[in-house]
């Protein structure tokens, strides 16, 4: 039994990672963030107030406009080529794969809970959609920096980790405003606001008060009929094109993140464009060089804002505790079972490179994240809450799902280094 105890524990047989060394290696990146998190949490705290509401808004701006922006320009433009684009094809469809696994999960649990009114669809979202962006940029950070990690060397870990999440980045965009925007849309009574007894009504417009008699018989502008079917046919196009435009949520995909993935995607596959701007002997590899600079400082300022966020706590919430319990459950520990199954039938089929086990561990953590669906401290996802009129339950959610991912995230990502290693 000793003997048996102390192979499991200080090494396995075969040359694997001990047990041991894997709690290890899977532990220490998330002490270090919740270590930035808590600094953050108390400089925001009364006791310091360093960084106030405003500062952490202004931080999040900064984080989101410049820093992140170039993080992903500068690692994903030096990574990519347009053999990896061919071979990275998986990345992009397992975001879409873990938006429909975690939706179907999340439509089993609300139909079990059964949330209270109007938070059906809310509740589905929020166990549906992980954050595929900034929690597992942090986190592979955090990992690589670590000379003992088992990926190698830590400026090609760090790099190839954060390309390969950089480059499903902008599906998730397109997710967040097409599938997010369209569930969260405010139930007929026009908001989540539905307090009973009065209830506002999404249908009444201004104009009922408009009685016949003041409706005048004869427009006032009175132009000829040519002109008028010309400004017609001007105005069907126009409506299309706005029509397209909105549907499409153009104005809101354009995002600093979403442009850095495409100029980098673009730039690093040209073999041209690439020497020219991303080798190390390029031209113009000081550019490059900058914004690797500045995109170092993305990991801690974010990690900072993400504390000085929690300080408030979770707020007022309709949800109740028993349907923002079944959130978290479902979310930390049902969808990441139903991603590891995706993945490794994807290994099985051969839809990810042989031998990249970086690839895998990020396909892994995709399905691993805590909510993101309209998370106060993402102003990309922040802004479709304020739209949607959502926002303090996002809140509430994001608070406590992002505390109990403290320990979720550390438990599955000591199984999937020990399946990978």
């Known amino acids: 039994m000793k003997r048996m105890l102390s192979q499991v524990l200080m090494g396995t047989e075969g040359g694997g990672q ?58 994903l433009g030096q990574a990519i080529t347009l053999e990896k684009m061919i071979e990275w094809w998986f990345i992009p469809v397992n975001v879409v794969l873990t938006t429909i696994s975690g939706s179907l999960i999340g ?126 046919g001007k105005a069907r196009i126009k409506e299309l094109l706005m029509f397209i435009y909105d549907k499409l949520k153009l104005k809101q ?27 190390s002997d390029a031209p113009l590899y000081f550019f490059t060089d900058s914004c690797m600079i500045l995109g170092e400082a993305m990991i801690p300022c974010i990690l900072l804002a993400l504390g000085g966020n929690l300080v408030d706590g979770p707020g007022s919430s309709k949800l109740g505790a028993r349907t923002t319990a079944a959130i978290i459950f479902g979310r930390l520990v049902l969808v990441p079972p139903a991603g590891l199954g995706i993945v490794t039938l994807a290994d099985k089929l051969g839809f990810i490179p042989a031998g990249d086990k970086m690839f895998k561990f990020v396909l892994l953590l995709q399905h691993t994240m805590p909510t993101s669906v309209l998370s106060g401290n993402d102003i990309l996802h922040s802004a479709v809450a304020n739209l949607r009129g959502c926002g303090k ?16 995230m550390a438990g599955w990502i000591v199984l999937y280094i020990h399946l990978l290693f």
């Not at 990992?143 to 480059?167: E, H, M, V």
């Not at 442009?259 to 073999?271: D, K, N, R, W």
């Not at 339950?393 to 979720?408: G, K, N, P």
């Open 18 to 75: 001990s047990l041991l060394s894997t709690i290890k290696i899977a532990v220490l990146p998330i002490a270090k963030v919740f270590t930035m998190c808590f600094l953050g949490f108390l400089m925001a705290s009364k006791f310091f107030n360093i960084l106030p509401s405003s500062g952490r808004k202004l931080l999040n701006g900064l984080v989101f406009t410049l820093l992140l922006p170039c993080l992903i320009f500068s690692q």
């Open 107 to 232: 439509l089993l649990i609300a139909t079990i809970v059964r949330p209270p009114y109007p938070f059906f669809k809310f509740t589905v979202v929020h166990i549906g959609i992980g954050n595929i962006g900034n929690v597992p940029l942090v986190l592979i950070a955090a990992l690589c920096r670590d000379q003992a990690n088992p990926f190698g060397d830590s400026d090609k870990c760090s790099q190839d980790g954060t390309a390969y999440i950089s480059f499903g980045q902008w599906v998730g965009a397109i997710i967040l405003y097409t599938y997010v925007f369209q569930m969260l849309a405010p139930p007929p009574e026009g908001t989540f606001d539905v307090e009973s007894g009065h209830l506002p009504l999404k249908s009444q417009q201004s104009n009922e008060s408009v009685t016949p008699e003041q409706v005048p018989l004869l427009s006032q502008n009175s132009e000829p009929l040519v002109s008028n079917v010309s400004n017609k």
């Open 253 to 279: 995909l354009v995002q600093p993140p979403i442009i850095a993935s495409v100029l980098a995607i673009v730039l690093g596959c040209v073999p041209f464009l690439k020497r020219l701007i991303f080798t």
């Open 393 to 408: 339950e996002s809140a509430a959610i994001l608070f406590w799902v992002h505390i109990f991912a403290i320990i979720s």
